[in-house]
Every structure is written in structure tokens, then in C-alpha cells.
């Protein structure tokens, strides 16, 4: 309606395209500064008042990609989780709105704490044609899960690599220590004002990097996890199974996907 009509009587003829079969292209694209200005006037609107973190608002709108509607209601079920007047992290984003059954979410946790389990899991749900679901809840075809599974682990191991070397750089090494990390008082007391912002100066200054591909470097929370979970790996290990992650990406394009993914994983995290 409106100019739409008009334009077509003009040209004298419309040619109509129809939409393309999911994954839609703008689904995985990075949001430009008009969506982003779009979307956190929905989020304004859907919950008035409420204050966001930068981490958890960058998090929350790359996730869900330009979906309006979605966001809204995910942030009214966040706006009711916490007390008047208190601020959405990004670890109450993280806990409550991406799924974490039989979901592509539990990829990053199990690679930072070095579980089998949860991985192993997704490749027998793949296995058995059991639904898996990817980082907005939406269901994954069974077929592309493991070459999914290959590029998002292998990227994690490039990121503690990349990030015990700046450790290295940085003199902050000592603390790549799994009895250090492992304490409860260690990211408040040592890593947030000690280790972080010597961590983040490296990274801001040699962009781009694993750990800022995107031109942004993680949060301070975030980068505390990665580097609790670079103390479970050393340098050869990492190295090792990226060195093995290309002849594996190669293999789960064949009819053995998930079994080569699996075989992979249990050597990487063993």
C-alpha cells in the first residue's frame, strides 16, 4: 500500500521473489547501528526503566539477530528477574533466555571446564535424528551439527591459545594455575583489577585478534572464564587440536561426520 502501490503502477509490472528456505541471508549477518538504534528503543519500551550492562545488551541483541519481537519478549522475562532498580548482566541474559537442553549453549561451558559429557551428549542426539538446538532456541538440522560443532570448539581452543600467549606477553602467566582459578575470590580479588586490564590493553592494542575478531574485546567477566578455562589446557595440547581440527572438518563432510567430530572431541577434552 501506499508508495508501494504507486512505484508499481509506474514501472508497469511487479516481479515477485519469494523468500529463501532458512537459514534466511539477514539472519546471521552483524547488525548495523540504525538496527541496534531500532531494537533498544523496543527494549526501552517492552521494559521502561530497566538498566542493562553493555556486555548483557551487545549479547542479547547479537544472539537473537534483528528480531523484534523476540526481543521483547525475552526482555520482559529478564526485566522480571531482577529487583527494582538492579542492572541485567550478562550472566542473567546467558542463564534465562538461551536454552541449554540438548542446545548448542552447553559447547562453551563444556570446552572451558573440559567435559566430555555435554558434548558427547549433542553427537548422540545428532545420532539419533533427537533434536539439537542452536544459541537462539531455534532447531538445528541434524546434518550440519557436526561441522557446527568443529568451527565453534576449534575457535574456543584458538581463543585460550591466543589468550595464554598474552598471558605470556603481558607477565600474567603465573596465574594460569587451575588451583589459583578454582577459587571462589580469585576473579574478584586478583583477576578484575589486577589481570584483566593488563589482559584488555593487549588485546584493545593488537586488533584484530581471536579474542577480538569483531573488533570488540570480551567483557572482563567473560575474559575471566576464558582464562579459567586456558589454565585446564597447556600450549601443545591447544596446539594439538587445532593441528587435528582441519583433517576433522574435512572428515565430517563425509557419511562418518559425527563419528569423526566425536572421535576429535574425546582426544581434545580427554
Do not use: N
Amino acid at each position: 500500500k501506499g508508495a508501494l502501490v504507486e512505484a508499481v503502477d509506474r514501472c508497469g509490472a511487479v516481479e515477485w521473489l519469494p523468500l529463501p528456505a532458512p537459514p534466511k541471508p539477514w539472519e546471521d549477518v552483524v547488525l548495523s547501528d540504525a538496527q541496534r538504534d531500532v531494537l533498544r528503543g523496543v527494549m526501552h519500551r517492552a521494559a521502561p526503566g530497566t538498566r542493562w550492562t553493555p556486555e548483557a545488551e551487545r549479547l542479547l541483541l547479537e544472539r537473537l539477530g534483528f528480531a523484534p519481537r523476540q526481543l521483547a519478549t525475552e526482555v520482559q522475562k529478564l526485566a522480571t528477574a531482577v529487583d527494582e532498580g538492579g542492572e541485567i548482566d550478562e550472566e542473567l541474559v546467558r542463564r534465562l533466555i538461551f536454552p541449554r537442553e540438548r542446545s548448542l549453549e552447553v559447547v562453551r561451558d563444556a570446552v572451558l571446564r573440559r567435559e566430555m559429557a555435554p558434548l558427547a551428549d549433542l553427537v548422540e542426539a545428532g545420532a539419533a535424528q533427537i533434536p539439537v538446538r542452536d544459541w537462539r532456541g531455534q532447531r538445528l538440522d541434524p546434518a550440519g551439527l557436526a561441522i557446527i560443532l568443529v568451527g565453534q570448539v576449534a575457535s574456543l581452543l584458538q581463543q585460550l591459545l591466543y589468550l595464554r600467549r598474552v598471558a605470556v606477553a603481558t607477565g600474567t602467566d603465573s596465574d594460569l594455575d587451575p588451583r589459583r582459578t578454582s577459587d571462589r575470590r580469585w576473579y574478584g580479588r586478583t583477576f578484575k583489577d589486577r589481570i584483566a586490564p593488563q589482559l584488555l590493553g593487549h588485546v584493545e592494542a593488537h586488533r584484530p585478534s581471536p579474542l577480538a575478531r569483531s573488533g570488540k574485546p570480551p567483557s572482563v567477566w567473560t575474559l575471566g572464564q576464558l582464562f579459567a578455562g586456558a589454565t585446564r589446557y597447556t600450549d601443545d595440547e591447544l596446539v594439538a587440536a587445532l593441528a587435528d581440527a582441519g583433517a576433522t572438518e574435512v572428515a565430517v563432510r563425509g557419511p562418518m561426520a559425527l563419528a569423526a567430530v566425536s572421535a576429535w572431541l574425546a582426544k581434545t577434552l580427554r
